[in-house]
Every structure is written in C-alpha cells, then in structure tokens.
C-alpha cells in the first residue's frame, strides 16, 4: 500500500529541518471508547566512517542495521525499525525531526549496487539486469527517510506494521559528495479504536484446510491429528465454498471466491492458519504480474495473494487496486495495490492423486508425533552450493558464501557443508549427487540448495567455471534424484534457483517433489514460482532471494517461531521495506511454501543461556587427550545437552543429560598441529538450542613421540642427521 499511502501524504519541511507526513488516514469513521496516543523514538547517528578501497568509497554508519541495495544505486547505511500496533489502531502521522547535519566532500565515488543477476534456467545463459542511472545533483535517497504501512501478523498476532527507513547518509553524485545526518526524532501519532473480534458463541478455527471433494477422505486422519493436537482444524470444499454453506460468498472468480472465503474465515472464526490441498489442476490459483524485463512476462503463481487479506485501512485486498482483472501488476503503466503482508499463513501441498495426499498426511503425523525438531540430528543443517554468478568483480561464490550467513544466523547448529570449493560436489568416489543422498539419510532439521534452478533439477559451477555444472556426475541434482531419497529424517528445504516452486507448469516442479515424495525427501519447502533473482558478489546474502532464505533462518533462530508457516510469514516481514523494487516485490511474491503451515518446527520452550566460554589446556601435544569444560543454565530448569565443535570441522555428539547450572566436563584430543577454537552450545530436553559460547583459543605446536621416536630425534640432533618426515612426525 505504499504507493496509496504516499500518495495520500502531504510532505513539508519545517524549520530546522524537521519532515512531517500527515494524512495516513483509514477514514473508518468515529468508534466509541477511542484512545489516542504518540509513540516516540529518537536515533543518534555516529560520525560516518569512510573508506576507500580501490576506485572506490565504502560508507558505514554504526547505528545503522542495514544497506541499500537498489541496482545501479550508491550502496548506503540505513537505519530501520519496524512498530507494530494491535488491529483496530489507526496511524493518523508520522513525523521524522533529524538533527542538525554535516556534509563531507569524497575523494573516490561511493561503492554502487551492481546490477542483479538472473538465476536463468540451469543451461541457459545468465542475464545481467540492466538499470539506468543517471548522474543528477540531487541527493539519493531523495529524503531523509520513507515508510511503509501495512496490516499482517506478528509473533502469531495479528497486527498493523509501520516500517520506517531512516537514512543517516545521502550522496550526490554530481559533486561526489555525502550530507549525513546526527540524529532523528520519530513521533507517530495513533488511535486506538475497537476492532472486531470472534463472539465467543461462534466456531473457532486456528487452521482450516481447503481442498477438492476428491481429497477429502484421504484428509481424515490428518484433521484427527491436528485436531488432538489442540490445532482445532477443519476441512473446507470447493464445493463448500461455491455453494454458500458456512457464509455468504463474493468474488468475481473462483479464485476471488476462495480468497472470500479465507478472509470470512479470518473473521468469524479466528482462522490464521490456511492449507491448500491440489495442485493447479485441482486448487485455483491466482497469477501475478511484476514487469521486470521483457523475456520474463512477469506472470507467475502466487498464494501470497490468498494470505494478503487486509489492508491497513481493514480493506479486502483485491490485488487488483485499477480493477482491469489483472492482478498484482507492479512496474507497468498502473501498478495494483498491494499489501504483501500475510494475514495468514498459508502453504500447499500441490497434490495431484489421493496418493499424494496420503502420503504428505502421514509424513506430517509421523514428524510430529516423533518431535522431530527435538531429536539430535534436527541440530543440524546443511548447504549446498557453489559459484552461482560466475565472474563477480568480489570474486566470491556466492552459493557458499550465503550458506556461511545461514549458519551465522542459525549459531549453535552443526553446519554441513556441501560446497563446490571443497570438493564436496565435484568428486566421482562418491559423487556430488551420492553425497548429498548420504547428507539426507544423516539427517539434517533443515537443508539449502542455493544456486541455479530449474522445474526439474538444481546446478552450481565451480569457482570461476561458467562451462561446468554440479553436481557430479550429470551436472545436477535432479527432480528424478529428489523422489528417489529413502531418507527418514525429513528436513525443511530452502531453493534459491529459477522455477523452483513452478508448480502450475510441472505437478512434480523440485521444491514440490521434495515435500511429495512418499519415502523421504523433505517434510516442507520453499523456492521461487518463477524466475529468481539475486545479488552477487558480497552483495548476496543481504539483497533479494539470498536476503529472504537468510531471513527465513533468522525468524526460526531470533524470532523463535515454532511453526513453518510463521517462519515463512516471519521471513517476508522481515524482507519488506520502505524502497521496495520491482525485483522486491517478485521475490515476496513467488516465494512459495510448500507444507502444512502449523507443522510443528520447535517447542514452546526457551532455548538454554549461552554457554560458559570453555575452560581447559590452551597448549599442549598432538594424539593426547585434554580435558575441558563449561557449564550453562536453563531458564525453564530443564536439563541439558552439550555439544562441542573442536574448531577442526569435528563435532561431538550431544552429551548429558546434565542438570542446570552443572559442570560439563569432556576430553579431546587433536590430530595434527595447529590453533583450533573451541566452542560448546547448549540444548534442553525440548530441542531448544543456545547459541554457540565464546571461543577457548588452543594451540597444539608439538607432536606426541614415542620413546624410540624421542631417542632417534635426539640422536638425529646430536649427529646433525636429517629424518624422513612421515604422517605428521618425524621419525
């Protein structure tokens, strides 16, 4: 809703630099018991720290929690914060005050956002995105700050978002020069006004599952167990929705009338929680339209649409504002309005047979009755990838370099890494393919395949090598490869490639397949419903899809969600902002969930304190075993476990279970010389896991000796006679 809002707006500048906008308003009239009140924040901005790096200029901010990354674009600090007030409250201005300011005269231009590649179909060449940017002597951004408003869900609560972008350095090119800011001041002003909700002699359903006629039985089992779960679900048709039999319906298509349906039962019944049960065939579905180069028609699938309900204005939201009946057109002539946040969450099990259907049923009841996320091999997760932009001026593989940020989000699991660099997808004996296979059958909580896509396989390059695919030994990891995993220990999956998620066009497309299989696989999924896009280079991780797979781990691990479809919902809250793009909004759009969105992904149990930084030997002898320790506490009183990384890619296994506050004690002992750093996370009998603790520095400079290898050094040294060097010793 941006656009509407901005256009709503009337802007000013006040003496001494202060910038107010007024006229947010929803016009929803006078209600009674009606409170108003100011919500204040105030921001103090460090001097800037500017450096130079080759032909160009790199600007940091301490304060500020982000960058923008608009293509073709300086590459600037900013500032955000996110306010989130309860449904019913009406934002009548914000107002943003900054402080006095100071400008700096550059010597080396500031560091531009390159232009994003296009993750094209494996085998296709790739495409640079082109993006004008004319040199003008205005400063970027055109203001100090910008918003955005909207309505959705926040820690399972539904909510109104206010996203605020304040932006302490702005660059104008011309004149090669910086205007920073010391400081803002933020004032939104709101009321507080009754909103609606369920009469408690109403039904009240935390999930509802819509589906065909023809799935229905195969879902019985499945609403049992939700059910006995305390998820109070219920199982909806298309024909209950077409014949008016819980409410009046609307819509000028099925898909609308679906969407009706979903917002009626957000309403009267409490419903937060939706699960699609068909595929294209068998569901509606609604296509959106981003314009963002000409080969791509910018058309693609999005159930985004049935989660985005409301507006902040408690409007239905259309996603078709120019009503032309076509749907969420954004970088055309007209662009729709278009609120992106879910209301609800939601995902889909694209099934094409009952089969299918049984299938996804039973592998989600035997996940949660076995509290998958609670058992040891759930701590772990892994990465698949290689150099995904071959040639980038960062020389960074950009596959490997955004699984490192996921396991930097996810501290205190045991990374596993896949990587072209190391081997891992280039070999013969094994293959890439097998040990990815034999990765599955270990077991992983979660798993990363971040590179090139297609319907029907993944592929990455080697380092600088655009002619070679991985993994060995065709080239890639194919749909065919996904439906024969026997695996038992089912991961969530995350995809970065093109068409991943492309359902309507292939029933078996790969982030589908792996959640289909009925002998192993995934047990959820996500990955783009159409072309993909992201950064490269250093660039990766922070902007478009690598941004949002690191953010869907940054909900699971900081936000604590204990549910896929919160992690999903989380992950898109996170990624929207104030200067949203067109490549934004295809991102947001097409990143689609493939699971059961209350699927139980973490208990309702706080995770363990960070562990004690270990304590123990920090120099010592090579093949000897030393003893180390730590201790930790569990908020809740639970027991532990603990788990040490020996800072040589080794791992213990979870050890205990020891009570809170009790000393940890373990022996270690290394192979080869060298300075390793040892750490130790924590995990409570629930599965919930602590980040990793300090390091402990160690360094083992000296070889153990046998006596007769100590008696052969020592002549050696007498007589000046050199040895033969063997396994790491001499002898």
């Known amino acids: 809703m941006r656009e509407k809002i901005i256009g709503m707006a009337v802007v000013m500048l006040l003496a001494g630099g202060a910038i107010s906008v007024a006229g947010i308003s929803t016009d929803v009239g006078q209600p009674s018991n009606e409170q108003r009140r100011c919500e204040h924040v105030t921001i103090d901005f460090s001097k800037p720290f500017i450096h130079s790096d080759n032909d160009q200029t790199i600007v940091t901010v301490t304060e500020a929690n982000s960058f923008l990354h608009k293509p073709g674009k300086p590459k600037l600090p900013y500032y955000e914060k996110i306010f989130t007030f309860p449904i019913g409250t009406r934002i009548v201005s914000i107002s943003v005050e900054t402080a006095s300011y100071k400008e700096y005269q550059l010597i080396k231009p500031i560091q531009k956002i390159g232009e994003p590649k296009i993750s094209a179909a494996i085998g296709q060449k790739e495409n640079i995105m082109q993006n004008q940017c004319d040199e003008t002597k205005r400063f970027y951004p055109d203001t100090s700050y910008d918003f955005y408003v909207g309505r959705g869900r926040n820690d399972g609560e539904r909510c109104i978002f206010a996203v605020l972008d304040i932006y302490p350095i702005r660059y104008e090119s011309c004149h090669n020069k910086i205007r920073w800011i010391d400081g803002a001041s933020i004032t939104i002003d709101i009321e507080y006004e009754k909103s609606f909700h369920p009469s408690s002699n109403r039904e009240k359903y935390d999930s509802i599952i819509i589906t065909s006629n023809q799935f229905s039985d195969a879902l019985?089992?499945?609403?049992?167990?939700?059910?006995?779960?305390?998820?109070?679900?219920?199982?909806?048709?298309?024909?209950?929705?077409?014949?008016?039999?819980?409410?009046?319906?609307?819509?000028?298509?099925?898909?609308?009338?679906?969407?009706?349906?979903?917002?009626?039962?957000?309403?009267?019944?409490?419903?937060?929680?939706?699960?699609?049960?068909?595929?294209?065939?068998?569901?509606?579905?609604?296509?959106?339209?981003?314009?963002?180069?000409?080969?791509?028609?910018?058309?693609?699938?999005?159930?985004?649409?049935?989660?985005?309900?409301?507006?902040?204005?408690?409007?239905?939201?259309?996603?078709?504002?120019?009503?032309?009946?076509?749907?969420?057109?954004?970088?055309?002539?007209?662009?729709?309005?278009?609120?992106?946040?879910?209301?609800?969450?939601?995902?889909?099990?694209?099934?094409?047979?009952?089969?299918?259907?049984?299938?996804?049923?039973?592998?989600?009841?035997?996940?949660?009755?076995?509290?998958?996320?609670?058992?040891?091999?759930?701590?772990?997760?892994?990465?698949?990838?290689?150099?995904?932009?071959?040639?980038?001026?960062?020389?960074?593989?950009?596959?490997?370099?955004?699984?490192?940020?996921?396991?930097?989000?996810?501290?205190?699991?045991?990374?596993?890494?896949?990587?072209?660099?190391?081997?891992?997808?280039?070999?013969?004996?094994?293959?890439?393919?097998?040990?990815?296979?034999?990765?599955?059958?270990?077991?992983?909580?979660?798993?990363?395949?971040?590179?090139?896509?297609?319907?029907?396989?993944?592929?990455?390059?080697?380092?600088?090598?655009?002619?070679?695919?991985?993994?060995?030994?065709?080239?890639?990891?194919?749909?065919?490869?996904?439906?024969?995993?026997?695996?038992?220990?089912?991961?969530?999956?995350?995809?970065?490639?093109?068409?991943?998620?492309?359902?309507?066009?292939?029933?078996?497309?790969?982030?589908?397949?792996?959640?289909?299989?009925?002998?192993?696989?995934?047990?959820?999924?996500?990955?783009?419903?159409?072309?993909?896009?992201?950064?490269?280079?250093?660039?990766?991780?922070?902007?478009?899809?690598?941004?949002?797979?690191?953010?869907?781990?940054?909900?699971?691990?900081?936000?604590?969600?204990?549910?896929?479809?919160?992690?999903?919902?989380?992950?898109?809250?996170?990624?929207?902002?104030?200067?949203?793009?067109?490549?934004?909004?295809?991102?947001?759009?097409?990143?689609?969930?493939?699971?059961?969105?209350?699927?139980?992904?973490?208990?309702?149990?706080?995770?363990?304190?960070?562990?004690?930084?270990?304590?123990?030997?920090?120099?010592?002898?090579?093949?000897?075993?030393y003893t180390y320790t730590t201790k930790t506490s569990d908020p809740e009183g639970d027991q532990v476990f603990y788990r040490w990384s020996w800072g040589d890619g080794t791992y213990s296994d979870w050890v205990g279970p020891y009570n809170t506050g009790e000393v940890c004690e373990i022996t270690h002992s290394w192979d080869s010389r060298g300075t390793y750093e040892i750490c130790v996370a924590a995990k409570d009998v629930h599965g919930s896991i602590s980040e990793w603790s300090d390091p402990l520095a160690v360094s083992m400079p000296l070889e153990q000796q046998t006596l007769l290898e100590a008696i052969m050094e020592w002549i050696a040294q007498l007589f000046g006679i050199p040895l033969p060097y063997y396994s790491g010793f001499q002898v």
């Not at 779960?229 to 298509?253: A, C, E, P, Q, W």
């Not at 509290?371 to 950009?398: K, M």
């Not at 990587?419 to 798993?447: K, Q």
Request: net charge negative.
């Open 220 to 625: 019985t089992d499945f609403v049992e167990h939700k059910n006995n779960r305390n998820v109070s679900t219920k199982l909806v048709t298309l024909d209950d929705i077409y014949t008016d039999t819980y409410f009046t319906g609307h819509g000028r298509d099925k898909a609308e009338q679906i969407k009706y349906f979903i917002k009626n039962a957000y309403d009267q019944w409490g419903t937060d929680n939706v699960l699609l049960v068909g595929g294209a065939d068998e569901l509606p579905v609604r296509e959106s339209h981003v314009n963002v180069v000409d080969w791509d028609d910018g058309a693609f699938v999005s159930d985004l649409y049935y989660a985005d309900v409301y507006d902040e204005h408690n409007e239905f939201m259309s996603w078709d504002s120019n009503e032309n009946n076509i749907f969420g057109e954004f970088g055309f002539r007209t662009n729709d309005e278009v609120d992106l946040f879910p209301d609800v969450t939601i995902g889909r099990w694209a099934c094409v047979n009952t089969t299918e259907v049984a299938a996804c049923a039973a592998k989600v009841i035997s996940y949660e009755n076995n509290n998958c996320y609670a058992q040891d091999w759930f701590s772990n997760i892994a990465g698949i990838g290689g150099d995904t932009h071959v040639g980038d001026s960062d020389n960074v593989d950009e596959g490997e370099y955004i699984n490192d940020a996921i396991c930097e989000a996810m501290t205190g699991f045991r990374p596993v890494r896949l990587y072209a660099s190391t081997g891992e997808l280039s070999g013969y004996l094994p293959t890439g393919v097998e040990n990815i296979e034999n990765m599955f059958n270990e077991g992983c909580g979660f798993v990363n395949f971040i590179g090139h896509g297609a319907t029907w396989g993944y592929g990455t390059h080697p380092h600088n090598d655009s002619a070679t695919w991985l993994p060995t030994p065709s080239g890639y990891f194919l749909t065919s490869d996904v439906l024969n995993l026997t695996n038992n220990k089912l991961p969530i999956v995350c995809t970065s490639g093109c068409d991943v998620g492309k359902f309507d066009e292939d029933d078996h497309c790969y982030s589908w397949a792996l959640v289909a299989n009925p002998n192993g696989g995934g047990i959820a999924s996500c990955g783009a419903s159409a072309v993909s896009y992201g950064g490269w280079g250093f660039d990766a991780a922070q902007e478009l899809v690598g941004s949002m797979i690191v953010n869907m781990y940054t909900a699971f691990k900081q936000a604590a969600v204990q549910t896929f479809g919160e992690m999903w919902a989380t992950a898109l809250n996170s990624y929207i902002h104030a200067d949203m793009t067109y490549l934004d909004y295809k991102v947001v759009e097409s990143w689609a969930a493939f699971g059961d969105p209350t699927l139980r992904i973490a208990a309702d149990s706080a995770s363990p304190f960070r562990p004690q930084t270990p304590t123990g030997e920090n120099d010592g002898r090579t093949r000897v075993d």
